[in-house]
């Protein structure tokens, strides 16, 4: 298996623009994870599905942004407007049983709003 | 918010030497994993302890862990230069499938 994939791994936009990350988990895994990682905040969760359903989205600091997981085998978390303060490497995990096994991370995708 | 507080935030040892970090949760867990990130890379699982388990061996590391005190330590003997990266300690909680990460130390080892 490939591992987890996240697509794009670098993206630079502008305040105000639409941004969307794009997350392929390892096949037969039931959960998908979306963190964020911060100098100033660390690493924070932000929501994760089972199965596709979003199970706990406490974590998803605004409205602004939005996760969805219409199958098995992809995962998208979009930030609609965009704002400097977005800017943060964004990754994706998965994993098959979390009380018993680890989770798999993906590379991440560096985002930065200017 | 962070569960887990790591001490040091940062470590600086010569290549051979043992590298000891530790790290403090605050509420009762299921179990605890610890994970290393290199710079610019994803997280890569390093090893997971459950409650019920007070130490544990994978190669060189070694991970003990105190829920009476509501700590745990990570052990990478033998350093290599390969070892420098950031190390974090993960907790799951109880009925959650949620992993709270600390704040990490950076370890540097200089060959």
């Known amino acids: 298996d490939a591992g987890v994939i996240q697509s794009p791994r670098h993206e630079v936009t502008e305040m105000g623009q639409e941004v969307t990350l794009r997350c392929k988990p390892i096949?037969?895994?039931?959960?998908l994870f979306w963190y964020r990682q911060t100098m100033m905040r660390g690493l924070e969760l932000l929501i994760y599905?089972?199965?596709?359903?979003?199970?706990?989205d406490s974590g998803m600091p605004e409205d602004r942004f939005s996760a969805k997981m219409p199958n098995a085998s992809f995962s998208t978390l979009k930030i609609q407007p965009s704002e400097p303060r977005d800017s943060a490497v964004y990754f994706c995990?998965?994993?098959?049983?979390?009380?018993?096994?680890?989770?798999?991370f993906g590379p991440g995708t560096r985002l930065t709003v200017t | 918010s962070q569960q887990g507080e790591e001490d040091p935030q940062a470590l600086s040892i010569q290549e051979g030497e043992n590298a000891t970090m530790n790290c403090s949760y605050k509420t009762s867990i299921n179990n605890l994993q610890w994970y290393r990130q290199n710079s610019g890379r994803g997280l890569v699982h390093l090893i997971l302890?459950?409650?019920?388990?007070r130490e544990k061996h994978s190669g060189r590391l070694r991970v003990t862990l105190d829920t009476s005190k509501k700590s745990s330590s990570l052990l990478i003997t033998a350093s290599r230069a390969a070892d420098t990266a950031s190390y974090f300690c993960a907790t799951e909680g109880h009925n959650t499938d949620k992993l709270i990460f600390g704040t990490g130390t950076r370890l540097q080892v200089f060959p």
């Open positions: 599905f089972n199965n596709n359903v979003p199970i706990d």
């Open positions: 302890i459950r409650s019920n388990e």
């Open positions: 096949s037969g895994h039931d959960y």
């Open positions: 995990a998965s994993s098959f049983n979390p009380g018993q096994y680890e989770q798999y």
